[in-house]
């Protein structure tokens, strides 16, 4: 099988260029662009054939100035670029100058891999035509998957109101159903599913994805819903990762909340889909 072009990254301002960081990325699936800085990144932008996406800069980048980051994504013309920061844990009144400046993530290092992973492949698809009804968070939940008899363990990678990815050396078949027992802080709860992709050892089509499945909730209740609702609220409050658009106003008892910790959300036009 032919291997899919890896989704490449601007790497921005990391220390020698090509730091940690890219290092990192190659080894998640991505492929790293290292440059010195917005200037260097722009001109870079013009020469590359494929579209770039999503760009990670250091938390305490001298050429965060206001704008920065939003100048170099109108350079980027058609290609919507997202940035996201990395580095030390920044407080509120730090966090505001990374906001202008262009930054919409900020991920605070030290961060696992599948952190790492989950907060660039959100820059790069959530918003970039693979809408979502439900916001979805990082977990580090181990689910129970029982077919039949059989029974799996797997970390759960992601988790939304409507479906998850459990990671998985042994995913199920694809369009298989499925029981999924999720143990949630003081509400377990156990939810039909079915099986929309698995994605195996040795299969390239999703190179920048751990191997295992996604899941599509079935038939959950409104008690089930509520209890893995109220887990993902309670997990971005944690990351400091708040939903957006539509799921923001459903949220919105909660956005001054929001408002004070890490992720910084550039405004959205009202009526967008949410991850």
């Known amino acids: 099988m032919r291997e899919q072009a890896r989704d490449a990254v601007l790497v921005i301002g990391f220390a020698g260029v090509s730091g940690g960081i890219a290092t990192r990325l190659i080894a998640l699936g991505y492929r790293p662009i290292s440059v010195t800085d917005p200037q260097a990144a722009a001109a870079r932008l013009d020469r590359e054939a494929a579209p770039v996406r ?105 988790l939304s109101a409507d479906g998850c990815y459990v990671e998985t050396d042994r995913p199920c078949v694809p369009e298989s159903f499925v029981s999924v027992h999720l143990p949630l802080a003081g509400a377990d709860v156990e939810l039909p599913a079915r099986v929309l992709y698995a994605n195996v050892p040795g299969d390239f089509a999703r190179a920048n994805l751990p191997h295992g499945m996604a899941l599509s909730f079935l038939g ?20 400091g990762i708040a939903p957006r658009g539509d799921d923001a106003v459903a949220h919105g008892a909660m956005t001054r909340v929001w408002a004070r910790l890490r992720l910084l959300i550039a405004p959205m036009r009202t009526g967008r889909a949410t991850p």
């Not at 693979?130 to 029982?146: E, K, N, W």
Request: contains cysteine; hydrophobic residues 45%; proline residues 5%.
């Open 54 to 158: 999503a760009a990670i800069v250091p938390t305490h980048a001298e050429f965060l100035a206001p704008g920065a980051l939003w100048r170099l994504a109108r350079a980027n013309g058609p290609n919507s670029l997202r940035c996201i920061a990395l580095g030390p844990q920044v407080d509120a009144a730090a966090a505001e100058p990374l906001r202008r400046a262009g930054v919409r993530f900020l991920v605070s290092e030290p961060c696992t891999d599948r952190e790492l992973r989950f907060a660039v492949n959100r820059a790069l698809y959530d918003e970039h035509g693979q809408s979502r009804l439900h916001v979805r968070t990082a977990t580090d939940l181990v689910a129970r998957i029982r077919m039949g008899a059989r029974e799996k363990a797997g970390l759960v990678y992601s």
């Open 220 to 239: 959950a209740g409104a008690q089930q819903r509520a209890a893995v609702s109220a887990y993902v609220d309670s997990r971005l409050l944690e990351q």
